[in-house]
């Protein structure tokens, strides 16, 4: 299993820019695809970003394309969420977590880690 540590979330103002890191343990980090959610008060938890485990592929949800970009750095057990021109529906506490990609479904694998807050005021 992956445990996993968020960082980087913060305050900003509208049009401004965040990069939220997640830090993950285990030498089998490698193996897994990894995956950014969001839960933004009052609403589910929600997909916003995956990469696979080498990093060749990644897909965002609508909301976000164009303006956020996840990568990962096997070397560091790392993966990346560099958020852009941020507005305030994006306003949430964000998660990263190892999934399995299966057809149509993107699966958390394991158990939550404590979030980072992104908080964009207007």
């Known amino acids: 299993q992956v445990q996993v540590v968020e960082s980087g979330g913060g305050s900003v103002q509208a049009g401004g820019s965040l990069r939220l890191s997640c830090a993950a343990s285990?030498?089998?980090?490698?193996?897994?695809?990894m995956a950014w959610f969001r839960q933004a008060p009052g609403k589910e938890r929600e997909f916003v970003a995956r990469?696979?485990?080498?990093?060749?592929?990644?897909r965002y949800t609508d909301a976000v394309k164009g303006r956020f970009t996840i990568s990962r750095d096997n070397a560091k057990n790392t993966v990346y969420l560099q958020m852009d021109s941020l507005k305030p529906e994006d306003t949430a506490v964000y998660y990263c977590?190892?999934?399995?990609?299966?057809?149509?479904?993107?699966?958390?694998?394991?158990?939550w880690g404590q979030g980072t807050q992104v908080t964009v005021s207007s």
């Open positions: 977590a190892a999934v399995n990609l299966v057809p149509g479904n993107i699966v958390p694998l394991g158990s």
């Open positions: 285990g030498r089998t980090f490698r193996l897994y695809a």
């Open positions: 990469i696979t485990s080498t990093g060749g592929s990644t």
